[in-house]
């Protein structure tokens, strides 16, 4: 499940984003996708979208708030859950150690962020996880933040928006607890469908292995990012099992849109007006 | 059940007692010194083996589980189930072997049997993808377990595989989605669900059809959320790591009892399953039988609601600024 973990880009590619993320780098940065320099400031302006070639870099949690939720709205929910490191875990580097790294690197407690919050002036359940944070993996505390929103959610008669950008699946370090946390979460979607729910999923670059296999597959809508990778197994390992070259655009949108699993790719400038729109057609 | 052939490096002692009282066995005429011979390695066959068992690395329970003698599927088919009436294909793509589903009688329960099948022969293993299944086979378990539900037939689901298939095809059938979508309805379907992990539980693949009233494991099982070299080849930048990442994944059946992510272990013969087939099937038909007698008579709201709050509870995590010992499950920490 955790298959897709730092396989998402080719390597080198991967390692030198990685870098970046959740940095507040120098004044100027390059695509990703056609390497054109770009003034920080003018990208950030433009929701992290390249000017010239239109490719959706990197987008951090808090910044997503600000992008897709009413300004001044959002209000978040189960702030306080922290991650632990149940397996006493240990790589090259102790899980402890690499949380409090992370945490310090990107401000943020674990890889998601949830609360409440209103699009366009509709109250919406809103969740996001964050690819700067572990791959955006999912582990006890993400598992357990996304199932108290999908509660809430269903509760309060809310939609539901989650927004996923997690590379890395199910968080390797807590192990077992990881994987049955896609279980924790789908059954809580399956619940909260029951009730009437909408669900909206947006996948964006990357979401791979148990998210992509679990709550981000789930939307009664999925919309994607232009150009995202999106796929169960990492591309490393698909090669490394199949021994061939990998069609030019496979796991993208496009690619899965084709093959009938998304339903509209839409582009960060129209996420929120898309999202709206949606929630009025299924009267919500 | 003969002795396996196939040896693990761990089992070099055992294998050393055996042909040694294979070829005592072989001399004739027998004196009395060579019966008592033969009784003391007898003796300290069973020894050794118990010793060799109660002391595995995880690593090696991971081969353990891998082991080519292993009973499969079919091997608890014909051994503890009294027919298998096979139902093939997802009726939209294909009929995948490596999951097969089909009515069967234990005892007498009428279930519905959903396992994974890593194939004997090299034959079979190529047909099945050696165990890993791909989203046909989801989505015929899927389409089975909802048949069996709206009869209220129990559904039991044999787990072991090594991971949904990772390929080209795979990806292109929405090998994420059905997985998905599998858990989400397993979460709700109303009849109950007994999961055994039989050998491997390699992820996705694995908790595809691992979301039960009752999941256990077998005692040499494992349960992870990535394969160990898979692991290994991510955080440790090669795959000659995979005995670090294997222990350090915690996947073995007493850590994922501790974590509160298993019901219960079921205990293997002496010197594991793959040496005593007979004993580790009615094993494993004890349990079932016991789980069923639990389940089929509870009522269907309260049966899913317990599935629910076993799920729901899973995971650890720190509250606010609680003390370091407060975990989800209610379990001790494990160490």
């Known amino acids: 499940m955790a298959t897709g973990n730092s396989e998402t880009s080719g390597k080198s590619k991967a390692k030198a984003t990685r870098e970046k993320r959740g940095v507040p780098g120098g004044l100027w940065l390059r695509c990703e996708d056609c390497g054109e320099t770009i003034y920080r400031k003018e990208a950030d302006e433009l929701m992290s979208v390249c000017p010239q070639c239109g490719y959706h870099m990197y987008l951090s949690a808090p910044a997503r708030v600000k ?58 359940a809103f969740g996001v996880t964050d690819s700067a944070f572990i791959m955006g993996s999912m582990g006890s505390v993400v598992g357990e933040r996304l199932t108290r929103l999908i509660e809430r959610a269903t509760k309060e008669n809310l ?13 390797m370090h807590e192990g077992i607890l990881s994987l049955m946390q896609m279980a924790k979460v789908s059954a809580a979607l399956a619940r909260y469908g029951q009730a009437g729910g909408l669900f909206i999923s947006v996948l964006t670059n990357p979401t791979m292995g148990g998210v992509a296999a679990s709550f981000a597959s789930l939307g009664d809508l999925v919309f994607a990012e232009p150009k995202a990778l999106i796929g169960f197994a990492g591309p490393r390992t698909i090669k490394a099992t199949i021994r061939v070259e990998l069609p030019e655009g496979f796991q993208t949108s496009e690619f899965l849109l084709e093959h009938g699993y998304i339903d509209r790719i839409v582009r960060r400038a129209d996420l929120k007006s898309e999202i709206a729109r949606a929630i009025d057609y299924c009267g919500k | 059940m003969a002795s396996a052939t196939y040896r693990l490096a761990f089992e070099q002692p055992i294998a050393h007692l055996e042909e040694q009282i294979k070829q005592l066995e072989r001399t004739e005429p027998k004196s009395a010194e ?20 109660s002391q595995l690395d995880p690593w090696e329970t991971v081969q353990v589980a891998r082991h080519p003698d292993r ?67 989801y989505r015929k378990a899927m389409s089975k377990m909802r048949m069996a539900a709206k009869y209220r037939l129990p559904i039991i689901c044999l787990i072991d595989t090594p991971g949904a298939y990772p390929g080209i095809g795979a990806e292109e059938r929405g090998q994420a989605q059905v997985i998905a979508e599998s858990m989400l309805e397993m979460s709700r379907l109303p009849t109950p669900i007994i999961c055994v992990v039989i050998g491997e539980g390699g992820s996705g693949g694995a908790l595809g059809i691992g979301v039960g009233d009752r999941v256990a494991v077998l005692q040499f099982a494992y349960y992870s959320v990535i394969s160990p070299e898979g692991c290994a080849g991510i955080l440790w930048k090669s795959h000659d790591y995979a005995g670090d990442a294997a222990r350090a994944l915690k996947l073995t059946s007493k850590y994922l009892h501790e974590l509160g992510c298993v019901d219960d272990v079921i205990e293997e013969p002496l010197g594991a399953a793959h040496r005593d087939h007979h004993q580790m099937a009615s094993r494993l038909k004890m349990y079932l039988l016991k789980s069923l007698r639990e389940l089929v008579d509870l009522p269907t709201d309260k049966l899913l609601a317990a599935r629910y709050e076993k799920f729901r509870r899973m995971g650890q995590f720190l509250e606010g600024d609680a003390a370091p010992a407060a975990t989800a499950n209610g379990r001790p920490k494990a160490t």
């Open chain 1, 67 to 124: 992008w897709v939720l009413d300004e001044g709205t959002f209000e978040e929910w189960d702030a306080e859950l922290l991650p632990t490191d149940p397996l006493a875990f240990k790589d090259k580097k102790p899980y402890v150690e690499r949380l409090k790294a992370e945490q310090a690197r990107t401000g943020m407690r674990d890889a998601a962020l949830t609360g409440t919050g209103m699009i366009r002036a509709r109250r919406v």
């Open chain 1, 159 to 171: 939609p539901l928006i989650i927004i996923s950008g997690s590379g890395g699946g199910a968080r």
């Open chain 2, 34 to 53: 060579i019966h008592d011979a033969i009784r003391a390695l007898k003796r300290e066959l069973a020894e050794t083996t118990r010793r060799v068992y």
């Open chain 2, 71 to 137: 009973p499969m599927l079919t091997d608890y088919l014909n051994l503890l189930f009294d027919e298998f009436v096979e139902l093939h294909g997802d009726k939209f793509f294909g009929d995948d072997r490596a999951l097969r589903t089909g009515f069967s009688k234990l005892d007498r329960y009428k279930v519905l049997v959903v396992g994974h099948y890593k194939g004997k022969t090299l034959k079979e293993r190529n047909e099945c993808f050696f165990g890993c299944a791909h989203p046909e086979g």
